[in-house]
């Protein structure tokens, strides 16, 4: 992985800063990231009245999995240390395309399921999940400008 310095900013910087992290053209990762939302689509879709912690729960086993074939490795703590960044960013852009995406039928699972924007996803992750699940949300918050 490569240093961090110029941290992203906004999601538009960030579909900069993330290709050259994880050492591909930005255009093979938008490709995954539509991918990865259609397959959390469907995964959400699959669960009759999915609870906030389940949508986090698939996300974060979706952003692993692609990271993790990327070649970046989390299983320590010296790996979520390295690469925990990477990933935060990672579930930020997916939930940002997602809520953009979101009109009509399409991500209607996850729409049902609260992700309408990306402060009501937030939101609703705050009140279900652990401390220690919530941290990635609220750093990435923290990236972004807000509390």
């Not at 490569?2 to 053209?25: C, F, M, V």
């Not at 939302?37 to 692609?66: D, K």
């Not at 996850?110 to 009140?127: D, H, K, Y």
């Amino acid at each position: 992985m490569k240093d961090n310095t110029d941290l992203p900013r906004s999601i538009e910087a960030n579909l900069r800063w993330l290709p050259r992290q994880l050492g591909i053209k930005k255009q093979i990762l938008e490709a995954d990231i539509r991918d990865m939302a259609w397959v959390w689509e469907e995964a959400v879709g699959e669960i009759c009245q999915p609870s906030p912690r389940a949508v986090f729960s698939i996300l974060r086993v979706g952003t692993r999995s692609y990271l993790r074939g990327r070649g970046l490795r989390m299983g320590n703590w010296q790996g979520w240390e390295q690469h925990g960044l990477t990933e935060s960013w990672l579930m930020m852009c997916l939930i940002s395309y997602v809520v953009k995406e979101s009109s009509g039928h399409t991500f209607r699972a996850l729409r049902q399921a609260g992700l309408t924007s990306i402060e009501a996803f937030v939101e609703s992750m705050r009140r279900h999940l652990k401390a220690k699940e919530f941290d990635i949300l609220v750093e990435v918050r923290q990236m972004l400008g807000g509390d």
